[in-house]
């Protein structure tokens, strides 16, 4: 029997995806819970559910008592910037973060030895007129992992994983970031999706950054990756020093926030608001836009006036329209 899992719902498992701590991971699992239609077809999920919110009270306690004892594991809250976030990892001294210097303002350390970073550095990348988050971390490997990147990769739309093509040791390194995930329910994919069937289990859409492709010898240790050990994930060659080799990779970064841009307009002015552009998912519609500007008005909502590529200038549209991209909408609530 098809669970036939309701708008809420699907919203809640997308906002679990993206929490970033134990404590908010419950409170969505709770909503996820009580959003699921209960019937024959959902006992499995929603047992399964259950495990999960069990599982995740385990942790926030034992993380409690843990940090009684020990001060507290790291952690670094990173709120959520901009249409949407990418996540660097990778072994050391990959490049990570002279890849967050080249692509945003941020000035993170860059250094020619390993275990340069120590803690995640966020930046925003520009892409036209729109901004997206790229987060830099410490390097992972076999015995190395600071398990707040799990968090970040979960949240995060899209995974950067960065191989170092300088190194001998690069191969090694990125199959050692692979696996150690593996280890985990933090998956790298080619897709972001949940498992249907444990949704504790999460897959998070990766790129493989074949990066330093600049050095002696690059081209070659990247045909032996693809020999040895050839990872699904979609490809760029890149040189993070190089800025002329990044714009594939920066437009590929936008294109997988999956965003739209939306130009407001009050009722009140003549012009609209062209510089900072709502960012709604790709398929997002008008009462979804209505609810980012203002919570209430996904209730008040009456109507929006759009001017668009699809619609005549300024044409009255319900809470369904589906919103193209670079509509200016004028909210009448
Ligand atoms: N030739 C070349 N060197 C690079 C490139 N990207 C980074 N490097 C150098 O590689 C070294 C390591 O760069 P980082 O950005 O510090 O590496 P990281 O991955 O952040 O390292 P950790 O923080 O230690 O994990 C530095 O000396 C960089 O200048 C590149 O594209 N080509
Ligand atoms: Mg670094």
């Known amino acids: 029997?098809?669970?036939?899992?309701?708008?809420?719902?699907?919203?809640?498992?997308?906002?679990?995806?993206?929490a970033q701590t134990p404590e908010e991971e419950l409170k969505w699992l709770q909503i996820m819970l009580a959003e699921m239609p209960k019937h024959k077809g959902t006992d499995h999920l929603q047992a399964k559910l259950k495990t999960q919110i069990s599982d995740t009270k385990k942790e926030i306690e034992s993380q409690r008592s843990g940090a009684k004892k020990s001060g507290g594991g790291r952690s670094?809250?990173?709120?959520?910037?901009?249409?949407?976030t990418a996540v660097i990892i990778?072994?050391?001294?990959?490049?990570?973060?002279?890849?967050?210097?080249?692509?945003?303002?941020?000035?993170?350390?860059v250094a020619p030895y390993p275990f340069t970073t120590q803690q995640p550095q966020p930046g925003m990348m520009q892409w036209e007129d729109v901004f997206v988050q790229l987060i830099d971390t410490p390097p992972i490997t076999p015995d190395f992992l600071e398990p707040y990147i799990l968090g970040y990769v979960r949240a995060a739309?899209?995974?950067l994983l960065m191989v170092d093509l300088a190194s001998d040791?690069?191969?090694?390194?990125?199959?050692?970031?692979?696996n150690r995930l593996n280890a985990t329910k933090t998956r790298l994919?080619?897709?972001?999706?949940?498992?249907?069937?444990?949704?504790?289990?999460?897959?998070?859409?990766?790129?493989?950054?074949?990066?330093?492709?600049?050095?002696?010898g690059a081209s070659e240790r990247l045909e032996l990756?693809?020999?040895?050990?050839?990872?699904?994930?979609?490809?760029?060659?890149?040189?993070?020093?190089?800025?002329?080799?990044?714009?594939?990779?920066?437009?590929?970064?936008?294109?997988?926030?999956e965003v739209i841009r939306v130009y407001t307009k009050a009722p009140s002015k003549k012009e609209a608001d062209m510089d900072r552009p709502f960012t709604p998912k790709r398929g997002s519609t008008l009462v979804e836009l209505a609810e980012m500007i203002h919570k209430d008005y996904a209730r008040s909502l009456k109507y929006g006036r759009v001017w668009g590529a699809a619609v005549h200038d300024g044409t009255p549209m319900k809470g369904d329209y589906v919103l193209n991209d670079k509509d200016i909408v004028e909210i009448h609530a």
Do not use: W
Not at 95 to 108: D, E, F, I, M, V
Not at 169 to 178: M, W
Not at 230 to 246: G, K
């Open 90 to 109: 990778g072994g050391p001294n990959a490049g990570k973060s002279r890849l967050l210097t080249s692509l945003t303002r941020a000035t993170p350390e």
């Open 225 to 257: 990756l693809h020999e040895l050990c050839p990872l699904p994930y979609e490809e760029f060659r890149i040189s993070a020093e190089d800025v002329a080799t990044l714009e594939p990779l920066r437009n590929a970064v936008y294109e997988a926030m």
């Open 76 to 84: 670094f809250k990173i709120p959520r910037q901009g249409a949407g």
């Open 157 to 159: 739309e899209l995974v």
């Open 189 to 216: 994919s080619t897709e972001s999706t949940l498992d249907e069937e444990d949704v504790g289990l999460s897959f998070t859409r990766t790129f493989l950054i074949a990066n330093k492709i600049d050095a002696e």
């Open 1 to 18: 029997m098809p669970a036939n899992l309701t708008q809420q719902y699907k919203k809640a498992e997308d906002n679990y995806r993206r």
């Open 169 to 178: 040791d690069g191969i090694e390194q990125v199959q050692d970031v692979v």
